[in-house]
């Protein structure tokens, strides 16, 4: 689903939620310490920015629904088993290795 549909199902969704609470943009926009325009924006299917979407989310009371957007991470049984039980903070990648005859050798060896 392409971000466009993404954003516009999103606001189509807040914009119903709203309704059912029986609030106007700009009792929302009040509570979420937001602009008017903003609700606007977002119910329109339009980009905001993430902290005035969790101003809103917040004060429509959804903000308990936010562990379902990205879960907490659990430990692993074998990051149990040894020494370190350390919270990893990178990602990385399998680096190939060499090929036994790079073509490289040393200076002294011709």
């Known amino acids: 689903m392409p971000e466009i549909s993404m954003l516009e199902e999103l606001g189509a969704r807040a914009q119903q939620y ?3 609470l029986n609030r106007t943009q700009a009792e929302l926009a009040t509570d979420a310490g937001v602009s008017q325009r903003t609700i606007e924006r977002f119910e329109a299917g339009n980009s905001v920015q993430l902290d005035k979407l969790l101003r809103i ?3 429509m009371k959804l903000t308990e629904n936010l562990d379902h957007l ?3 991470t659990s430990i692993r049984p074998i990051q149990l088993a040894g020494a370190r039980a350390e919270t ?3 990602s990385y990648k399998k680096r190939d290795a060499l090929p036994a005859t790079s073509g490289w050798v040393w200076g002294d060896r011709k």
């Open 57 to 59: 989310l917040r004060a």
């Open 18 to 20: 709203r309704v059912g």
């Open 88 to 90: 990893r903070k990178r």
């Open 70 to 72: 990205i879960p907490e």
